[in-house]
C-alpha cells in the first residue's frame, strides 16, 4: 500500500537537509516538482537542492526557479539527511542520480504512475493526480506562502502533465489548483509560450522526414514512424527535439495509439506511447521493460536495431489493439 500525502508531509517536516531528484529525459511536470519542492523546502527553511540527472531543455529555463535544478556532479559533495524523488516510477528513472543516494533506498518518493514500484521508504502515489505537481502544490499549500514564481513553476508540472488542460487526466482538482496558481501570480501564458512555441527549423525539418517514416495499420487505430540517430544528426537535432513528436502522430484523425520510435544514441531506442480514448499503453510499454500512464507510456532498450525493435513492438501493439478494441 502507499503512504498517505500527510506521512510524506510528517516526514519532511523532520528534515533538515533535503535533496530532491527528478527523473531523466526531464520532462515539465518532472521539472517543475523538482524546482517547486526545493523552494517549498527552502520556505520551510530547509536546506534543499534538486538533481536531475539529465540535461534540461533549454527553453524550460524562461520560467522561474528552473535554473536552481543542479546536475549530479555539481551536487556530488552535497550532504543531506533525506532524499525524495518526484515523478520517477521506478529507480531506474532517476538516472545517474542513483549514485547520490550511496546504495540506499530514497526516503520519500512522490508519484503519480500507474506503474509505480514503491522503491523508497515513504511512498505516496496515487494515478488518479494528473501530474506529480498537483502532489507538490498540496504540499507546498499546507505548508508556505507562494509568491508568483513558486506559483509559475508550480503551474508548469500541471499544465504540461494535462497537455495544457486538455488530456482526459483534467479534472476539476487541475482547474481548482490551477487557478488558485494564477491568482497567486503564475503567468499561464509564459509557460505556454515557453513550451509550445520554441519551434527551430531544424525540428521543422525533422518533423518533415518523421512523417515520411508514418504507417498506419488496424484501420487507422494505430499510427507509427522513427527518427533515426541518422535523421536526427542531419538534422543538427538531439533526443531533447523529438518531444512532443509523438503527439503529433496521435493527433491524426482516427489514430487510438500512436508510437515513435527514437534511436538515440546509435542502436539505443526510446520509445514513445501515446493513445487518445481507451487503450491503456502502459501495458504495451511494461512488456519492454518501460511503464507510465494510461495515455501516455515508454520504455528505453540499448544494443538493439531500430528495424528490430519497430517491428517486435508493433507486433505487441497489434495483438493488444485487437483485444482493447473489442473490450472498448
Ligand atoms: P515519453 O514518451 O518519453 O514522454 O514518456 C511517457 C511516459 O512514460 C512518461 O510519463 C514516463 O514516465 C513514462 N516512461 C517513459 N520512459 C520510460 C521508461 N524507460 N521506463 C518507465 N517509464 C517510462
Ligand atoms: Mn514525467
Ligand atoms: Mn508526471
Sequence with gaps: ??????????????????????????????????????????????IAEGCIADDIPWFYKEIPGVS??????????????????????ELARIGDAVKLLSGAKPDVTIDHHKTNTRFGEINFCDSDYAAAALAIY??????????PDLAEVNLLGIATDTGFFKYGNTDAKVF??????????????RIASAVLEH????EI????EMFNTLSLAMDGKLAWAHVSTEMLTRNNCTEQDTEGLVGQIRSIHGVEVAILFIEWP???????????????????????????????????????????????????????????????
Design 199 to 202: 519551434t527551430t527549423l531544424n
Design 266 to 328: 546509435h542502436n539505443h531506442v526510446h520509445i514513445s506511447f501515446r493513445s487518445k480514448s481507451y487503450a491503456d499503453v502502459s501495458e504495451i510499454a511494461l512488456k519492454f521493460g518501460g511503464g507510465g500512464h494510461a495515455r501516455a507510456a515508454g520504455c528505453s532498450c540499448k544494443d538493439v536495431e531500430l528495424p528490430t525493435m519497430i517491428d517486435k513492438v508493433i507486433a505487441a501493439a497489434k495483438e493488444y489493439l485487437a483485444v482493447a478494441h473489442l473490450e472498448e
Design 1 to 46: 500500500m502507499f503512504n498517505s500525502l500527510a506521512e510524506v508531509l510528517a516526514r519532511l517536516q523532520r528534515a533538515e537537509r533535503v535533496l530532491v531528484i527528478g527523473h531523466i529525459k526531464p520532462d515539465g511536470d518532472d521539472i517543475s516538482s523538482v524546482a517547486s519542492l526545493v523552494l517549498i523546502l527552502r520556505k520551510m527553511g530547509k
Design 205 to 208: 525539418k525533422l518533423v518533415v
Design 176 to 189: 481548482t489548483y490551477a487557478a488558485e496558481l494564477v491568482k497567486q501570480g503564475a503567468d499561464i501564458q
Design 138 to 147: 498540496e504540499i507546498g499549500r499546507e505548508t508556505v506562502d507562494y509568491d
Design 68 to 89: 536552481l535544478i543542479k546536475s549530479v556532479s555539481e551536487l556530488r559533495n552535497y550532504r543531506y539527511d533525506t532524499a525524495v524523488t518526484v515523478d520517477a516510477s
